[in-house]
């Protein structure tokens, strides 16, 4: 068994070559291009919503309160003439700062995760190949499952899902070649 303070710098460097490789993806590549699709008349769509000034978050339309309010013949009504989900973000141009911090913190917190899984699993000295193989699972899992929910409940295209499954393949390969590299002894 190794400590998970003891794994620091593989922590650290995967998350630092996650960070990398991610930049690399989706500023080299164009495979991302297409992961999302543009709408007939866009200003006068985006004029329309602008009008409402409505806050950062996440919305469902028609949206209903309550259960009870879901099973009403009016609200099935409004169902059948079409269904979206938008997310609203703030006005003028993203800054990039902030979610650059949060993927790498992001990343620190995988690798964190695949190193508590190899700790437990393996011992100092550990063939790189066996620690390769854990930190590898451990970290495709975290880079990749959880996008599988927006697929089934949120119409996310199996394009943009897939795409995300190889980013999460690269992730967590490079995570499991730092953790095999820097195993300790």
């Known amino acids: 068994m190794v400590p998970i303070m003891a794994l620091w710098l593989p922590i650290l460097v995967s998350a630092a070559i996650v960070f990398v490789a991610s930049s690399?993806?989706?500023m080299v590549f164009t495979y991302h291009d297409k992961?999302?699709?543009?709408?007939?008349?866009e200003d006068k769509l985006l004029n329309a919503l602008r009008a409402f000034n409505l806050?950062?978050?996440e919305y469902v339309l028609p949206h209903a309160g309550s259960s009870k309010e879901r099973n009403t013949p009016e609200f099935q009504e409004?169902?059948?003439?079409?269904t979206f989900i938008m997310s609203v973000w703030e006005s003028g141009p993203p800054s990039m700062a902030k979610n650059l911090i949060q993927w790498f913190v992001y990343s620190v917190i995988v690798g964190i995760f695949a190193a508590y899984v190899?700790?437990?699993a393996l011992g100092p000295g550990a063939p790189y190949l066996a620690v390769f193989r854990f930190a590898g699972v451990t970290a495709f899992a975290c880079?990749?499952?959880a996008q599988w929910q927006d697929f089934i409940w949120f119409k996310r295209s199996w394009g943009r899902t897939?795409?995300?499954?190889?980013d999460g393949?690269?992730?967590g390969l490079l995570t499991a070649g730092t953790f095999g590299w820097l195993w300790p002894e």
């Open 143 to 145: 880079y990749t499952i």
């Open 24 to 26: 690399i993806v989706h």
């Open 35 to 41: 992961d999302f699709k543009g709408v007939p008349e």
């Open 169 to 171: 393949l690269v992730y």
């Open 55 to 57: 806050p950062p978050g």
């Open 78 to 82: 409004k169902m059948k003439k079409g």
């Open 118 to 120: 190899v700790g437990r």
């Open 162 to 166: 897939f795409r995300g499954i190889i």
